[in-house]
């Protein structure tokens, strides 16, 4: 079956500009995640939703990061006035259940490179 | 919050060698997930394994969760087990969340 879906696979922006990233997961699952993951470093967490409500936003490393899930399947990370910082590879999961035990599943991941 | 230590940092083995990696975490979990990132950046699940013990073919793990620790041992590698594994933990405070290990990087020469 379909895996988890993310676009753009890559993306370039410049300084300052306004990034979406899309994410769609497995049809079903309750639960989304993202992830941020730096270069030669593992994957940190952002957020966390469960449906369209949005349980979990302490990973969020400033008030320009926004997620939404309005309808509680696809996903949009948005990050306002880019900044240099920000370049890393941007990783959704979903899980089937709301509570454990469950396993993530990973989409490609987003590589935004802010110039 | 907890921590999670995955040794060692890097492996070079030799085609047909087997191995095994670890990872520690400093306090108790409700889920623990063994991935592999391919060269291509993919997340790739390999083994959910909160406790117990599991195979599938060359690969399998044990957690012991109550000594904090799981391993993963790789058998007769190959050189497309090459890139980073992961461990991850949710801790048992509930937060669903994911706090990933450091890394092993593995590089399998053929």
């Known amino acids: 079956g379909a895996g988890v879906s993310q676009s753009p696979r890559y993306k370039v922006a410049k300084r300052g500009q306004d990034v979406a990233l899309r994410c769609d997961p497995i049809s079903g699952h309750v639960s989304l995640f993202w992830y941020q993951q730096a270069l030669g470093q593992g994957p940190e967490f952002l957020t966390y939703?469960?449906?369209?409500?949005?349980?979990?936003k302490s990973g969020l490393p400033s008030d320009r990061f926004f997620a939404e899930r309005p309808e509680g399947s696809v996903s949009t990370l948005k990050i306002q006035r880019t900044q240099q910082e920000d370049s890393a590879v941007y990783l959704c999961?979903?899980?089937?259940?709301?509570?454990?035990?469950?396993?993530?599943?990973f989409g490609p991941g987003t590589r935004l490179t802010v110039t | 919050g907890i921590q999670v230590e995955q040794s060692p940092p890097d492996l070079i083995l030799q085609e047909g060698a087997n191995s095994t990696l670890r990872c520690n975490f400093s306090?108790?979990?409700?889920?623990l997930q063994w991935f592999h990132q391919n060269p291509w950046g993919q997340l790739i699940n390999l083994f959910y394994?909160?406790?117990g013990t599991k195979q599938n073919g060359r690969l399998s793990a044990t957690t012991v969760a109550t000594e904090r620790y799981s391993l993963l041992y790789i058998s007769s590698s190959q050189t497309t087990d090459s890139g980073v594994y992961f461990c991850a933990v949710e801790a048992t405070s509930g937060t669903y969340k994911y706090i990933f290990g450091t890394g092993t990087r593995l590089k399998v020469l053929a």
């Open positions: 999961a979903s899980s089937f259940s709301a509570s454990g035990p469950y396993e993530q599943y």
């Open positions: 939703f469960q449906n369209e409500a949005q349980l979990d």
């Open positions: 306090d108790s979990v409700n889920n």
């Open positions: 394994i909160p406790s």
